[in-house]
Each structure stands twice: as structure tokens, then as C-alpha cells.
């Protein structure tokens, strides 16, 4: 955590304390307020305000069956669908009882690690732009398009893909899917390798980054963060490592950790996370079965006992779980949805405290938190 400057104290009620909302409709802030209080150019204090974007998914999912929850569940992050979608259908399967055929698992794979450098590519456009570097905005919005295209031929959507479901995925890979795939991954794993001389290796990004919001090892275990906060803080923890699921535990890819603890290492890790991706889709394409079913087929309204079950993968943001009771009824009594933009957001006043207010946006934002998510 940093500490405040000689001569800045954290309560002091004189006239030098100012306080400042950043946000709701600022850019900077990402649809919530953040309430910072300075004297001069330090930070004093810091209290995040989310609640502007509230989508009342939690409370509509007790009103649909466990079918029609699909397309209104990946709302809260919409470029990052598959994975938010993820720990929902493996709980629904778990109580209904289904068994997943073996090729919509490696399916599921592909499309959940492509969706993940989509909102990846997203995050590090906006943290680019929040840096004054133009160009690290027009890569990544320009790169993530080939991922689109595969996500679309896929699903037949652009953004929103409504594509996993309980038992399975929608539809099969189309016709030559896999070649294509291959010769789109190769060429944009060349595209984010080229990241590393014009973004992270850029003397601005550097002097703005290192040595900020630095959060220690054990101070991220006690707040609670998760992905890329915490593995950037030297903790070695992946949902899918750690609990896989699906078939991740038969493909070859590693957990990427740093131990600065900063903002530069908050920043870089999704960036590594994106070249394990492409390892993980090449080795899932290598290893689908070449035929088989996609999906289990359910009777309409199909209904569980007295039973609940808590599901959870690694998203783009790090765990996202699914806590669901059923109650014999068709639809959920009770869907409850854990992420982690929420939990991360919980070490902005630690990580702000004692810095520069220049400095805010690149800590802020280096906790890859998405707001609509958080505000579910």
C-alpha cells in the first residue's frame, strides 16, 4: 500500500482539504463516482460510489426459467459473455444432472478464451487512452475485430452471443472453423507481442505506473483481490488451474504472476494472459474430438429438486462465481453472482491513499474493474 508523504495527514479538517467527484458521467471513472479527497496534489482519502448502472440481474433471473436466463445474464459484461455465462450452466448442470458431451466442452474453451481477450483488448484500449497513449486505443479496438468475426461465425452474434447453454453450446463450429481460427490466432499473437515494444516498454507508461498503487502479496490476500490484482501480487491462483473445470485440466497452457505488486504489473498481466490464450485455443483445437454431439436436449421447463450448487471460472476479471438454489420450480429461487470487478474494487482506497491525484487513473483502472459487472 502507499504511504502518505511527509506532512500529509489522512484526517484533518482545514480548509487545504478539497474534495472532488469524479464521475458518474466522467470518462475516467467508468460510470460510477469516485469521491477523492486531496490537499494539494496527494490523495487523502478515497471512497468509491458504484451504483449508477444497477441491471437487477440477480432479482430478474427468479422470474425466468433456467433456459431464458441465458441472454440476460451476459449483460452486465457484454464483451466478455462466454465467461460470465460459464459458471451459470456448469451449476444448472450440476442440479439438473447433465453431462456435457466431450466436444462442446473443448468448444466452450475456445470460445470462453477468445471472449476473454475480447474484453481484455477492450480494457487495455480504454487504460491506453486513459494514458494520453492514442495508439494503444486503435490497436487493441482494431485487433479484438478478428476475434469478433471468429466469436461471430461461431455464434452468429457480434457482441452478446447467447452461446453457451446448459448442456452444452447453441450450435457446432461451422465448416472450416478450425483453419481459420488457426490462421487468425497465429497472426494476433504476432499483433499483442508487438504490445510489448510500443505500450509496455514505452517511458511514459513506465514513469506513470511503476512504483504506483503498489499492493503487497499479503495485503491483496487480506482484501480479497482476484486475477490479474492478484497474480500481479505474486499469488499464484487460477480457477482455472486450481479448480478446472470442463476440460482445462487436459491442455497445456500456465498462470502468469508478477511480484511488483504496481500498476505496471496490474497492467501487464492481462496482456500474458492473452498469449496463454492463444496457446490454450491452438492445444483445444488439436485435441476436439472431430465429431459428436453439442449439446444435451431438454425438455421445455425443465426442473431440479430441493438442491443448490456454487460454480465458479476465470474471467477476464478473475473469479466469477454463480451461487444458485433451486426449489423444485422451473425457474431459480435464487441466483446470487459473485465477480471480480466487485472484489477488486475494494483496494482502490488503499492503493489510492497517499497518491499523486495524476496518478489516479492509472491505478484505477490497472484493477481491470468493470462497473456494469460490479453493479449487477
Not at 478515497?46 to 425466468?64: I, L
Request: glycine share 8%.
Amino acid at each position: 500500500m502507499s504511504e502518505l508523504p511527509p506532512g500529509i495527514k489522512l484526517e484533518k479538517e482545514d480548509d487545504k482539504i478539497m474534495t472532488l467527484n469524479v464521475g458518474p458521467q466522467h470518462p475516467g471513472s467508468g460510470h460510477m463516482r469516485i469521491i477523492v479527497k486531496i490537499d494539494g496534489d496527494y490523495i487523502v482519502s478515497c471512497d468509491p460510489d458504484p451504483g449508477y448502472v444497477h441491471r437487477g440481474e440477480e432479482k430478474m433471473a427468479e422470474y425466468r426459467n433456467y433456459i431464458t436466463n441465458i441472454p440476460h445474464l451476459e449483460r452486465p459484461v457484454i464483451h466478455d459473455s462466454c465467461n460470465i455465462l460459464y459458471p451459470y450452466c456448469l451449476g444448472v448442470e450440476e442440479i439438473l444432472g447433465l453431462e456435457v458431451p466431450e466436444r462442446a466442452k473443448y468448444i466452450r474453451v475456445i470460445a470462453s478464451e477468445l471472449n476473454r481477450c475480447v474484453y481484455t483488448l477492450y480494457w487495455l484500449a480504454i487504460y491506453g487512452i486513459f494514458l494520453g497513449h492514442s495508439t494503444m486505443f486503435m490497436w487493441p479496438t482494431g485487433d479484438r475485430e478478428l476475434l469478433i468475426d471468429l466469436l461471430e461465425k461461431l455464434s452468429g452474434a457480434r457482441v452478446t452471443h447467447a452461446y453457451f447453454i446448459p448442456g452444452g453450446v447453441r450450435n457446432d463450429m461451422p465448416a472450416n472453423f478450425e483453419d481459420v481460427c488457426i490462421r487468425q490466432i497465429n497472426y494476433f499473437e504476432k499483433r499483442i507481442k508487438q504490445y510489448d515494444s510500443i505500450f509496455y516498454s514505452n517511458p511514459i507508461l513506465k514513469s506513470r505506473t511503476i512504483k504506483t498503487g503498489v499492493l503487497a502479496q499479503q495485503d491483496a490476500i487480506s482484501l480479497g483481490a482476484t486475477g490479474s490484482v492478484l497474480r500481479a501480487s505474486g499469488v499464484d491462483f487460477d480457477v482455472r488451474k486450481k479448480e478446472p473445470y470442463d476440460v482445462y485440466d487436459n491442455l497445456d497452457f500456465q498462470s502468469n504472476t508478477l511480484k511488483s505488486g504496481d500498476s505496471y504489473a496490474r497492467s501487464k498481466i492481462p496482456w500474458l494472459d492473452m498469449l496463454e490464450s492463444c496457446r490454450i485455443i491452438r492445444n483445444a483445437l488439436e485435441k476436439i474430438p472431430k465429431s459428436g454431439s453439442v449439446r444435451v436436449k431438454l425438455k421445455p421447463n425443465p426442473k431440479a429438486g430441493n438442491v443448490e450448487t456454487y460454480k465458479r471460472v476465470e474471467s477476464g476479471r478473475g473469479s466469477l462465481g454463480m451461487y444458485i438454489i433451486s426449489n423444485g420450480k422451473p425457474e431459480p429461487y435464487r441466483v446470487k453472482i459473485s465477480v471480480g470487478s466487485f472484489r477488486n474494487l475494494i483496494c482502490l482506497p488503499y492503493l489510492l491513499k497517499g497518491e499523486k491525484l495524476g496518478n489516479m487513473p492509472a491505478v484505477y483502472w490497472s484493477l481491470n474493474y468493470w462497473p456494469v459487472e460490479a453493479d449487477r
